[in-house]
């Protein structure tokens, strides 16, 4: 992939700019008619997969570039497809806290761990909970001085 050999070269507003293009391809699940049919279930999890991979690298490029606002809009296509991925849930909640958006950010924490109790019956990661506990104790956040 074109992409991938961009960032490689560390050339990531131009790799960015070929994720966006592969994006843009992806219209739907595969032969989402035939969703329990072995031949076509793995194949539609392979394309996904890849559609996820490259909507997290386009999400964390516009993180590390401060458009913020875009990375978020790119978690929540992730999202649609993965639900419980908590590397998404934690850029998320860090996106929100970076906009000031502290409520937003513990909402969103609090969504990660209802989706991880109903999906699998567990608890967020160490990793997650570590950040949830930072949003909340981040006192500058709690009295804004704007």
Same mark, same amino acid.
């Given at each position: 992939m074109?992409?991938r050999?961009?960032?490689? @070269?560390?050339?990531t507003?131009?790799?960015?700019?070929?994720?966006e293009?592969a @994006?843009k +391809?992806?219209?739907d699940d595969y032969?989402? &008619? &035939? /969703?329990?049919?072995?031949?076509t279930?793995v194949?539609?999890?392979?394309?996904?997969y890849?559609y996820? &991979?490259? +909507?997290?690298?386009?999400?964390l490029?516009?993180?590390?570039?401060g458009?913020?606002?875009?990375?978020?809009?790119t978690?929540?296509?992730?999202?649609e497809?993965?639900y419980?991925d $908590?590397?998404?849930?934690?850029?998320?909640?860090?996106?929100?806290?970076?906009?000031? +958006?502290?409520t937003?950010?513990?909402?969103?924490?609090?969504?990660?761990t209802?989706? /991880?109790?109903?999906?699998?019956e567990t608890e967020?990661?160490?990793k997650?909970q @570590? /950040?949830?506990?930072?949003v909340?104790?981040n $006192?500058?956040l709690?009295?804004?001085? @704007?």
């Open positions: 074109k992409g050999s961009l960032e490689k @070269a560390s050339r507003s131009e790799a960015a700019g070929e994720y293009k @994006a +391809l992806y219209k032969l989402i &008619d &035939d /969703l329990y049919e072995d031949e279930m194949e539609r999890e392979r394309l996904i890849i996820t &991979d490259l +909507l997290k690298r386009l999400s490029h516009y993180a590390n570039i458009q913020l606002r875009k990375s978020i809009s978690c929540y296509r992730i999202l497809k993965d419980c $908590e590397d998404t849930h934690r850029l998320l909640i860090e996106c929100f806290v970076r906009l000031g +958006l502290r937003r950010a513990l909402r969103q924490y609090r969504l990660c209802t989706r /991880l109790r109903q999906e699998y967020p990661s160490p997650t @570590a /950040l949830y506990r930072s909340l104790s $006192e500058s709690r009295h804004p001085t @704007a």
